[in-house]
């Protein structure tokens, strides 16, 4: 009645880095990029981070005085503390994710590549923006003349 089958068996398991006799290592080309991805994030966005939070209530030209200067202090520190919020995550989860890889010897998933991207970009906007410091005004030398 029942038409006997084949023992079920399951599927091989698709590990990348494991070959037929067992986890094979890194080539030395992928530990460099692996090492090099954390050091983009140790010298760009956490330099970066440093320099926003450090300039993250400063706004020249900011009145107390008004009302309408006061929200819109708020809503830019708020969004300027967004950004430097999100820059501290995906730089910790792209360190804690390279070199994990390295030490554990599996290849980096490609999310960290786009993540590194992304954190790059917004650190560039964190310096470009409030991260640098403000120019002091120029002062104008007096000619001997005037005295």
């Known amino acids: 009645m029942w038409a006997r089958t084949a023992p079920c068996r399951a599927p091989p398991r698709a590990h990348e880095g494991w070959g037929a006799g067992g986890p094979s290592s890194d080539t030395l080309r992928d530990v460099v990029v692996k090492l090099l991805v954390a050091l983009g994030v140790l010298v760009f966005p956490v330099p970066a981070l440093v320099m926003g939070a450090r300039g993250l209530t400063k706004r020249p030209g900011y009145s107390a005085d008004e009302p309408a200067d006061r929200v819109s202090y708020v809503l830019l520190v708020a969004m300027r503390g967004l950004v430097l919020l999100l820059v501290f995550a995906l730089s910790a989860v792209i360190l804690v994710s390279t070199i994990g890889a390295v030490v554990v010897d599996v290849p980096l998933h490609g999310m960290v590549y786009v993540l590194f991207g992304l954190d790059v970009l917004l ?21 001997p003349a005037a005295r």
């Open 123 to 143: 650190a560039l906007i964190v310096v470009l923006s409030f991260g640098r410091r403000a120019r002091r005004p120029v002062r104008r030398r007096v000619s």
